[in-house]
């Protein structure tokens, strides 16, 4: 397998000193649209994604190419649900199930979009290294009612400035601009009010700059 190609587990998960990036913006932000790119295809003739288990996608750090043709779904087998992809879960889902919707799809996107632009997880910092999850129960509990680490209004669950300096450093560039709004946009209003979450197209028209 191409060096460049990694499964994106990996990507997020490596060690500093052996980690890969994307070997420019330009690709990592393809990959962005290509993801943007299918969940737009799937919504506008009415489907839904659903719950699934992005850790087995595999992403050309040169290219920006993403394997996003999810056939990994869950198709609500409990057995199959992990801690790792209970972290893209809308927390409405975690908290009463139900039918899933293309808001909770919005969810999932911006996690997703988050992974691939910080290789980190929106609501992994203090509080979860305060009280390490070990197994699926305290995933569910955690992620029905998280906090973003770059919340605006609570502090409670920012970054470790040491162990975390490299995705500080990536959002403080991204914080004022369009991009950082809409992800607040989906992990401050939108973990309450499911319908306050930005579209696929929003997104795809802040990739592009508009």
């Known amino acids: 397998m191409d060096e460049d190609v990694i499964n994106l587990y990996l990507y997020v998960y490596r060690m500093e000193k052996d980690r ?5 913006e330009s690709a990592r932000d393809a990959c962005m649209k290509r993801v943007v790119q299918a ?3 799937e919504h506008d003739i009415g489907n839904v994604f659903g ?6 996608s595999m992403i050309d750090l040169k290219t920006g190419d993403i394997s996003h043709d999810f056939n990994c779904r869950l198709d609500g087998n409990q057995n199959a649900v992990t801690i790792e992809n209970l972290k893209y879960a809308p927390p409405e889902y975690l908290n009463s199930g139900g039918a899933w919707t293309q808001n909770s799809d919005n969810h999932c996107l911006a996690v997703l979009l988050y992974v691939i632009r910080y290789a980190g997880f929106p609501f992994d910092g203090k509080l979860m290294y305060k009280k390490p999850i070990v197994n699926v129960n305290q995933a569910r509990r955690f992620y029905s009612d998280p906090v973003f680490v770059f919340d605006s209004r609570r ?6 400035t040491m162990c975390d300096a490299r995705i500080m450093a990536a959002w403080k560039q991204d914080e004022k601009s369009h991009l950082g709004n809409l992800f607040r946009s989906v992990f401050e209003d939108g973990i309450k009010n ?3 979450r930005c579209t696929p197209q929003e997104w795809m028209d802040a990739l592009n700059g508009r």
């Open 20 to 24: 890969k990036q994307f070997v420019s």
């Open 39 to 41: 969940y737009i295809d």
């Open 51 to 56: 719950f699934l288990d992005f850790n087995r």
């Open 155 to 160: 502090r409670e669950n920012e970054l470790n």
């Open 194 to 196: 499911p319908a306050a």
